[in-house]
């Protein structure tokens, strides 16, 4: 069964920075696209950065020059290091393929304060 785990959200001040993994199941990051994806209380989840395979990158226009996704094949892990971070940015975050495929899981809790 194909699942996600994410890790490392927090509580931050704006300016600072956090730094996001999720552990894939094999054949999940192998196969398919995986993105990161955030939603804020009473917004549509969005998606904020993707990767492929080869470590193609693509980035929502509010993240990008902040935000930088990297991914550990070996280790089946993906990355996300967000810097400058701002209020706005306050979400649930959650990594999936790209388009989704695969239940949610729970996500990790980004809050930044101003």
């Known amino acids: 069964q194909a699942q996600l785990v994410e890790s490392g959200g927090g509580l931050v001040q704006a300016g600072g920075s956090l730094r996001l993994s999720c552990v894939a199941s094999?054949?999940?990051?192998?196969?398919?696209?995986i993105a990161w994806y955030r939603q804020a209380p009473g917004k549509q989840r969005e998606m904020v950065a993707r990767?492929?395979?080869?470590?193609?990158?693509n980035y929502a226009d509010s993240v990008k020059g902040r935000f930088t996704i990297s991914r550990d094949n070996a280790k089946n892990t993906m990355y996300l290091q967000m810097n400058s971070l701002k209020p706005e940015d306050t979400a649930v975050y959650s990594c999936?393929?790209?388009?989704?495929?695969?239940?949610w899981g729970q996500g990790t809790q980004v809050t930044v304060s101003s």
């Open positions: 999936n393929t790209f388009p989704s495929t695969v239940v």
């Open positions: 990767i492929t395979w080869d470590s193609n990158t």
């Open positions: 094999t054949i999940l990051f192998k196969l398919k696209p």
